[in-house]
């Protein structure tokens, strides 16, 4: 074979194949693939859209002068088709001036969507610091994914200047909250307002949202109508001076919630404390919180009567994996004058955020109307109180050290005032888990059906306060030796002969003893 003619024809191959490439990338749109259709043309696909060749003056493999990771959204938004979907990735879209840090131009890079969306887009963020000037309202079917801790949201410029975390602009910020899933109600109004009430597909991952606004008036996320398949997974919020992520009464059968991180700072300033943020609040029947680390303050753990770390205030709920650092409630079933039910809460653990404050009172409070002199305080609410019934709350401990007569719970039970401690030594070494309480239904009047595998102890208030339980021992008990919870049970499990069932009843004067059941 001729060597010189075989290297010529290769040539000429690679030149015909690169002219074919060209070709074909020319008949895509500005950024997308290009695929061949049903009749055999070539055509753009928005399957994926590159966002970099969207960037303006940022010279080779980078974005700069206007070209922000918000404006390059909009622009690929106005100037593609996504009737169909497609992924939008604006991961390259960092602008080489600034290392990675941008600020918006458009407050809301996807105002150019319509909010009944109906093509399932995901738009892949850069790892970089974004500065929103605006609240982000996530339309219908939209999917927001980062990098995890690299793709920081970060509101500095929402917050205005001149008067420290109390003071913010209301002209750049769009409704309550960092990121909107989905419109909100004006306040006084519901989801029905609303036109379509409901919304769906909208989600957040692997971000980290950075929040300075005013305490008590802001969210970092807020979910009012985005009902199935909108969910928050991987999130991080730091600074959080209002609520972390809050789920509105219109946002049923949202979620689940997973995997979030949460740390609300003392407040800055006169007047800023931060005694009223909490770091979720469900007001809504979800898939569930879990996984959970949400960090208070010295402001959030001395006050009884404020925003608790986790509010639920809605039947339906399942929480599970929480951790909980000094907040004077950690956990807060029933704050609410509607009737609550069907709550699970499992493996919780509390304790105080270091050398700040004094740590959690309550790892769990199921909220009733207040009891007087209780030492456990009321529930954040003081207004009237719904019944809350049908609770299974199992693994909880408190790890924060007693330091004062009041002691902490595991467990505190306002609806029955059960109280199920946490510690019984100042050090907490080894604190008390709950195993299980259950709170069943009411059976009339204001009797609960119950069950508690530790009993509070004694200690802890009047008789009223403990749980019947029943226990298995592998040690006989003799008639007459004293206990502490009328109506429990106890089954000597190595019995061989007579009876081996024990109720623990009235005995003399103010105690109680085990007497046997006898056999029928």
């Known amino acids: 074979m001729n060597k010189k003619l075989s290297t010529s024809k290769a040539l000429l ?7 074919c490439l060209t070709a074909i990338f020319g008949a895509a749109q500005k950024g997308d693939n290009a695929v061949y259709n049903s009749s055999g043309s070539l055509t753009a696909s928005p399957a994926w859209i590159d966002a970099t060749t969207y960037c303006t003056g940022g010279g080779s493999g980078g974005c700069g002068g206007s070209s922000d990771v918000c404006t390059v959204i909009n622009a690929v938004l106005l100037g593609t088709s996504l009737a169909s979907g497609g992924v939008l990735d604006a991961r390259g879209v960092v602008p080489l001036s600034t290392g990675g840090s941008q600020t ?44 995890g801790d690299l793709t920081i949201l970060d509101d500095t410029a929402m917050a205005g200047t001149g008067g420290g975390c109390c003071v913010y602009n209301s002209v750049t910020k769009l409704g309550g909250a960092m990121i909107q899933m989905g419109p909100a109600p004006a306040p006084g109004s519901d989801c029905s307002s609303l036109s379509p009430s409901t919304y769906s597909g909208i989600s957040i991952e692997h971000v980290k949202l950075q929040t300075k606004y005013a305490p008590g008036a802001y969210f970092g996320i807020d979910n009012e109508c985005a009902q199935t398949s909108s969910y928050v997974n991987d999130v991080g919020m730091s600074n959080v001076y209002g609520t972390g992520i809050r789920v509105g009464p219109g946002a049923a059968n949202s979620g689940p919630y997973t995997n979030l991180s949460i740390t609300i700072p003392k407040g800055e300033g006169s007047g800023c404390g931060s005694d009223g943020a909490s770091c979720v609040d469900l007001e809504a029947q979800t898939q569930g919180l ?19 770390g986790v509010i639920v205030n809605a039947s339906n709920n399942s929480l599970k994996d929480i951790h909980v650092e000094s907040f004077w409630d950690a956990i807060a079933i029933g704050a609410t004058s509607s009737d609550v039910s069907n709550i699970i809460v499992s493996n919780v653990l509390t304790s105080k955020s270091g050398g700040c404050g004094a740590g959690t009172e309550n790892a769990v409070h199921i909220c009733g109307p207040p009891i007087t002199g209780s030492p456990f305080g009321a ?16 693994g909880v401990s408190n790890l924060t050290p007693t330091g004062n007569v009041m002691g902490r719970t595991s467990i505190q039970d306002d609806q029955t005032d059960t109280t199920i401690q946490s510690c019984t030594s100042a050090s907490c070494s080894v604190p008390i888990t709950s195993g299980i309480y ?19 102890s004694s200690l802890y208030g009047g008789d009223s306060s403990l749980v019947a339980t029943w226990g298995v021992g592998a040690t006989s008990v003799a008639g007459g030796t ?5 109506g429990a049970l106890y089954s000597d499990a190595l019995a061989t002969t007579g009876n081996s069932v024990y109720v623990c009843a009235f005995s003399t004067g103010s105690t109680y003893a085990w007497q046997l059941i006898p056999t029928l």
């Not at 259950?438 to 509070?456: D, E, K, M, Q, V």
């Open 13 to 19: 191959i690679l030149v015909l194949l690169g002219t």
């Open 104 to 147: 918006c131009n458009v407050p809301n890079p996807f105002v150019s969507l319509s909010l009944t969306n109906a093509a399932p887009i995901t738009v892949l963020l850069p790892a970089s610091t974004i500065v929103m000037t605006g609240t982000w309202l996530l339309p219908d079917n939209v999917r927001l994914v980062g990098e």
């Open 290 to 308: 879990h996984g959970l680390t949400c960090l208070g303050n010295d402001a959030t753990d001395v006050i009884a009567s404020t925003n608790p």
């Open 379 to 394: 529930c954040y609410s003081n207004g009237l109180f719904g019944s809350v019934q049908d609770v299974t709350v199992s």
């Open 438 to 456: 259950a709170l069943g239904r009411i059976n009339g009047g204001n009797t609960y059906s119950r069950f508690a595998i530790n009993p509070a």
């Open 482 to 486: 004293t206990c502490y919870t009328p």
